[in-house]
């Protein structure tokens, strides 16, 4: 018997539309404004205070609800409230309408929680046991502030650079300290070939639009600047991309309301021209890998503000990229750094990522800060495996510390729970079944030399085991216990050698 069409449109209705229930407004509403630039966060991420008092604030602005009690442009100077105008973050009319935007505003309050539940972290209390520890007094000055760590085994020495733009050297074998130059303001990346040093630095290290950043090259008394009017640089990476012998410079714009991932490609002539590879803010790091196996070193970016996600930029010719979002994360998880390692041994680079950000509005030790394993199936289609909880996970490195053909972990956390753990500043992650995910941890336990934020690591005394540095900024990023404080600001300690034991 033939199906007439009344038939079809009846069985088409019972399939979609009288089987979908109708969302109510006030979800299409959150659906719509809250997802439109970045994933909508799930409203019991944040509780009901945060929501009302410092989100939905500033969310407002950014559609355009600009009221005399929330202004964007509050307590800015005049040139800062131009760069903010020029970003177009905040709309001169409305793009919602009062009425709509009073219901989401409900909407979102009622269905918030009083408070969100701090799940107790799980680490046994274990001392150090991989790793000696050694503090170091780079000067005799209290208090430390250090944006720039790096370990120089060619040079047998330690950089470090410090928000007063101070560029130094630590000499493993005499373990003395001399300074190497000014260079204006907070350091972020800085390396020594032959003569020549090249620094970047920040510019204004807190959080603004005026791009005050450079990328300058010392030799001698003469300095040449290599490019200027970044914005808040925080990763530089050298390399040769296209295979001609110069090297390009990558360098992460963290931004603020606008931030980039900006190439310089050196001409004929020795002068760097540039090129926007990705115009999102918070580009915090860029690793170098042939991710496709064409031949041709691809580009893996974190990018940890706003809409938070991990990209592949494929390279074409030219310098030309192709741009994948891989993987994408909460705006209020704080993404803060990852590592390229092939986890389980299939081959393929699985993306490590940590997130522990706590320092804008929304300030409270969030249940899902920590580290994430994130497996590539091949194709570069990553899925989440692992989640080892760790309030304000800001820093990892994954190695084969105890070199027993696993991968284990070093994790910094910048914002850990100081009133109950304190010394989860530090946590060291021993693989013990890397198939059901296993790890014994250890930590060390002494707070009060320093609030560890940097670290690197390589094998520092030579003995064929990899070592770790950290180094401190005792900068008060958000509120902490009045004895941390006060210790913090009596302390020598710079940095803290961990020698690996293995050896």
């Known amino acids: 018997m033939a199906f007439k069409p009344a038939f079809y449109f009846i069985l088409l209705?019972?399939?979609?539309?009288?089987?979908?229930?109708?969302?109510?407004?006030?979800?299409?509403?959150?659906?719509?404004?809250c997802a439109s630039c970045h994933v909508a966060?799930?409203?019991?991420?944040?509780?009901?205070?945060?929501?009302?008092?410092?989100?939905?604030?500033?969310?407002?602005?950014?559609?355009?609800?600009?009221?005399?009690?929330?202004?964007?442009?509050y307590k800015y100077s005049f040139d800062e409230q131009i760069a903010i105008i020029k970003t177009g973050i905040y709309p001169n009319r409305p793009i919602i309408?009062?009425?709509?935007?009073?219901?989401?505003?409900?909407?979102?309050?009622?269905?918030?929680?009083?408070?969100?539940?701090?799940?107790?972290?799980n680490i046994d209390n274990a001392e150090l046991s991989q790793f000696n520890t050694k503090p170091v007094a780079l000067d005799s000055v209290k208090g430390n502030l250090y944006t720039f760590l790096s370990i120089d085994t060619q040079h047998h020495q330690i950089l470090t650079g410090n928000r007063r733009?101070?560029?130094?050297?630590?000499?493993?074998?005499?373990?003395?300290?001399?300074?190497?130059?000014?260079?204006?303001?907070?350091?972020?990346?800085?390396?020594?070939?032959?003569?020549?040093?090249?620094?970047?630095?920040?510019?204004?290290?807190?959080?603004?639009?005026?791009?005050?950043g450079k990328t300058v090259l010392k030799n001698g008394s003469a300095t040449?600047?290599?490019?200027?009017?970044?914005?808040?640089?925080?990763?530089?990476?050298y390399i040769d991309l296209n295979k001609n012998g110069n090297e390009e410079i990558i360098i992460s714009e963290f931004g603020n309301l606008k931030g980039k991932l900006t190439l310089l490609e050196k001409d004929s002539y020795g002068f760097y021209k540039n090129k926007t590879l990705l115009n999102v803010p918070g580009t915090i790091r860029v690793i170098a890998k042939d991710m496709d196996r064409d031949g041709k070193q691809d580009l893996v970016v974190m990018a940890?503000?706003?809409?938070?996600?991990?990209?592949?930029?494929?390279?074409?010719?030219?310098?030309?990229?192709?741009?994948e979002k891989v993987i994408r994360f909460s705006p209020v998880y704080g993404s803060s750094w990852f590592e390229?390692?092939?986890?389980?041994?299939?081959?393929?680079?699985?993306?490590?990522?940590?997130?522990?950000?706590?320092?804008?509005?929304?300030?409270?030790?969030?249940?899902?800060?920590?580290?994430?394993?994130?497996?590539?199936?091949?194709?570069?289609?990553?899925?989440?495996?692992?989640?080892?909880?760790?309030?304000?996970?800001?820093?990892?490195?994954?190695?084969?510390?105890?070199?027993?053909?696993?991968?284990?972990?070093?994790?910094?956390?910048?914002?850990?729970?100081?009133?109950?753990?304190?010394?989860?500043?530090?946590?060291?992650?021993?693989?013990?079944?890397?198939?059901?995910?296993?790890?014994?941890?250890?930590?060390?336990?002494?707070?009060?030399?320093?609030?560890?934020?940097?670290?690197?690591?390589?094998?520092?005394?030579?003995?064929?085991?990899?070592?770790?540095?950290?180094?401190a900024l005792n900068y008060s990023f958000t509120p902490v216990p009045e004895y941390f404080e006060k210790v913090w600001k009596e302390s020598y300690t710079d940095l803290l050698i961990l020698e690996n034991k293995l050896h």
Not at 224 to 237: E, F, G, I, K, N
């Open 97 to 121: 309408n009062e009425e709509d935007w009073e219901l989401l505003v409900d909407y979102i309050i009622s269905m918030a929680p009083d408070s969100v539940v701090n799940n107790a972290i």
């Open 224 to 237: 040449a600047v290599l490019q200027d009017s970044l914005h808040r640089p925080v990763h530089t990476l």
């Open 340 to 471: 390229l390692v092939d986890y389980n041994g299939d081959g393929y680079d699985d993306i490590i990522t940590v997130n522990g950000d706590n320092a804008d509005k929304s300030i409270f030790h969030k249940p899902y800060h920590g580290m994430r394993i994130h497996l590539n199936d091949g194709n570069n289609k990553f899925t989440e495996t692992f989640f080892f909880p760790l309030n304000g996970a800001t820093r990892v490195i994954a190695n084969d510390f105890d070199q027993d053909g696993d991968v284990d972990f070093a994790l910094l956390s910048t914002f850990p729970d100081y009133e109950k753990h304190p010394d989860y500043n530090f946590v060291y992650l021993k693989n013990e079944d890397s198939t059901n995910y296993s790890f014994s941890s250890e930590h060390f336990a002494d707070i009060n030399l320093g609030r560890w934020f940097l670290m690197d690591v390589d094998d520092i005394d030579n003995d064929g085991d990899d070592d770790l540095v950290l180094s």
């Open 304 to 323: 940890a503000q706003g809409d938070e996600a991990m990209y592949i930029l494929y390279q074409k010719d030219n310098l030309n990229f192709e741009v």
């Open 13 to 33: 209705c019972i399939m979609v539309s009288c089987n979908t229930e109708k969302r109510s407004k006030e979800v299409v509403l959150y659906e719509n404004y």
């Open 165 to 212: 733009g101070v560029l130094s050297a630590y000499d493993l074998k005499t373990n003395t300290n001399s300074d190497i130059g000014n260079f204006d303001l907070a350091i972020t990346d800085a390396r020594i070939i032959g003569d020549s040093i090249f620094v970047t630095n920040m510019g204004i290290m807190d959080p603004n639009e005026i791009p005050r």
């Open 41 to 73: 966060p799930n409203i019991n991420d944040l509780p009901k205070d945060i929501w009302r008092d410092n989100v939905l604030p500033d969310m407002g602005a950014r559609l355009g609800i600009i009221t005399p009690e929330n202004h964007p442009y």
